[in-house]
């Protein structure tokens, strides 16, 4: 087993291992004295692992209820999240109980958004059902949901108390789901590691089935250490965190413009070779990154572009949280493995992302 110890506000183990999940019971346990714990799941991770997870709790001592919900963005919702909150408050929990999220970023955030607000703050459990959650969402405390008017809008900071990873786990992703976690590791590649990204960009990891998940596993360890430096030195994302969100300010304006049919590891990858992109073309990148990127992308079976115009990703970029003033705060790739934040006035963002999609590279 792999561990990754993270120094926030609070500090946690993030645990790294085959077959873990079904240990989970014995690992909480560690943590708390046998209490009440409420699994948070959408139905489809629920008819999964609800049962594998709520017998290993059972078999410690712990008290399970469990909270179901439609799978999919959509259901990030102010209505769900009131709808856990009064099952909190029926179920009687109290502060000595645990939430315990079980699969991804969606489930993450919201439960654990009802983790930070239920009784005005309650311990909270990770277990990442997906690649994407385990190399970010799950890690770090940024909980929420959306809003009509974008992505992530409404939302709390709130540490896990631990986050369990199991690779098995992700062998039941399809194909598609596998790749959206393999974007957000392409971005940390570009964020500050070029031997991960060496790695990932030939397509050997595109499938679940048949990618060495040794090597596997170690690439998460990489990308958790990553986040962890990082949110230890910004936890509360005012400063350097926002490197975190490479490729993600373009990446939310496709989802949102898409009404989030096009998912956060799809978007994040058009984001990312978008900017990268930009950042040639303004020449604060080396020439050649943004084909590097989006040959990385094409053999993981990714994409880097979209249907929609400039104009329409400009604007539903618009909103983004990390907009102050007149400006957005962009993470500009200048060489794989180096990146650096620029504002951009919201008024030049047209202009950017026009000439960022326009044929030639
Ligand atoms: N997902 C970006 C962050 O945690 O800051």
């Given at each position: 087993m792999r561990t990754v110890t993270v120094t926030a506000s609070s500090q946690y183990q993030v645990l790294i291992g085959k077959g873990l999940i079904r240990q989970c019971g014995r690992l909480l346990e560690e943590l708390a004295d046998p209490c009440r714990v409420a699994i948070i799941a959408d139905d489809r991770v629920d008819s999964l692992y609800g049962n594998i997870v709520h017998a290993s709790l059972m078999y410690e001592g712990f008290s399970v209820a469990r909270f179901t919900f439609p799978h999919g963005e959509a259901s990030k919702n102010l209505t769900i999240l009131g709808e856990i909150l009064e099952f909190l408050a029926e179920q009687q929990f109290s502060r000595s109980d645990m939430i315990l999220a079980l699969g991804g970023g969606v489930t993450g955030d919201l439960a654990g958004f009802a983790a930070a607000v239920y009784l005005r703050g309650v311990p909270f459990v990770q277990i990442p059902t997906t690649l994407l959650a385990a190399v970010?969402?799950?890690?770090?405390?940024k909980t929420g949901i959306d809003l009509k008017g974008g992505k992530n809008l409404a939302g709390a900071f709130h540490q896990p108390a631990m986050v369990i990873c199991d690779?098995?786990?992700?062998?039941?992703?399809?194909e598609e789901e596998f790749q959206n976690g393999i974007s957000e590791m392409l971005k940390y590649g570009v964020l500050g590691d070029p031997e991960l990204f060496d790695k990932l960009a030939g397509g050997d990891f595109r499938d679940p089935k048949t990618c060495d998940m040794q090597a596997l596993e170690e690439m998460i360890e990489t990308c958790i250490a990553m986040k962890r430096d990082i949110v230890a030195k910004d936890e509360f994302d005012t400063?350097?965190?926002?490197?975190?969100n490479l490729g993600h300010t373009l990446g939310h304006g496709i989802e949102k413009e898409s009404r989030y049919q096009i998912s956060h590891g799809r978007a994040v990858a058009i984001g990312l070779y978008l900017i990268a992109r930009a950042a040639e073309r303004a020449e604060i990148a080396e020439k050649g990154i943004a084909r590097q990127i989006r040959r990385a992308l094409e053999n993981n079976g990714l994409p880097w572009e979209c249907a929609f115009t400039p104009s329409a990703v400009a604007k539903a970029a618009m909103?983004?949280?990390?907009?102050r003033g007149g400006k957005i705060h962009f993470v500009f790739p200048q060489k794989i493995g180096s990146c650096r934040i620029i504002p951009i006035p919201v008024d030049a963002m047209e202009e950017m992302v026009e000439d960022a999609m326009s044929r030639e590279e």
């Amino acid at each position: 087993m792999r561990t990754v110890t993270v120094t926030a506000s609070s500090q946690y183990q993030v645990l790294i291992g085959k077959g873990l999940i079904r240990q989970c019971g014995r690992l909480l346990e560690e943590l708390a004295d046998p209490c009440r714990v409420a699994i948070i799941a959408d139905d489809r991770v629920d008819s999964l692992y609800g049962n594998i997870v709520h017998a290993s709790l059972m078999y410690e001592g712990f008290s399970v209820a469990r909270f179901t919900f439609p799978h999919g963005e959509a259901s990030k919702n102010l209505t769900i999240l009131g709808e856990i909150l009064e099952f909190l408050a029926e179920q009687q929990f109290s502060r000595s109980d645990m939430i315990l999220a079980l699969g991804g970023g969606v489930t993450g955030d919201l439960a654990g958004f009802a983790a930070a607000v239920y009784l005005r703050g309650v311990p909270f459990v990770q277990i990442p059902t997906t690649l994407l959650a385990a190399v970010d969402s799950s890690v770090g405390g940024k909980t929420g949901i959306d809003l009509k008017g974008g992505k992530n809008l409404a939302g709390a900071f709130h540490q896990p108390a631990m986050v369990i990873c199991d690779p098995d786990v992700f062998q039941s992703l399809s194909e598609e789901e596998f790749q959206n976690g393999i974007s957000e590791m392409l971005k940390y590649g570009v964020l500050g590691d070029p031997e991960l990204f060496d790695k990932l960009a030939g397509g050997d990891f595109r499938d679940p089935k048949t990618c060495d998940m040794q090597a596997l596993e170690e690439m998460i360890e990489t990308c958790i250490a990553m986040k962890r430096d990082i949110v230890a030195k910004d936890e509360f994302d005012t400063g350097i965190r926002q490197f975190l969100n490479l490729g993600h300010t373009l990446g939310h304006g496709i989802e949102k413009e898409s009404r989030y049919q096009i998912s956060h590891g799809r978007a994040v990858a058009i984001g990312l070779y978008l900017i990268a992109r930009a950042a040639e073309r303004a020449e604060i990148a080396e020439k050649g990154i943004a084909r590097q990127i989006r040959r990385a992308l094409e053999n993981n079976g990714l994409p880097w572009e979209c249907a929609f115009t400039p104009s329409a990703v400009a604007k539903a970029a618009m909103n983004d949280k990390k907009r102050r003033g007149g400006k957005i705060h962009f993470v500009f790739p200048q060489k794989i493995g180096s990146c650096r934040i620029i504002p951009i006035p919201v008024d030049a963002m047209e202009e950017m992302v026009e000439d960022a999609m326009s044929r030639e590279e």
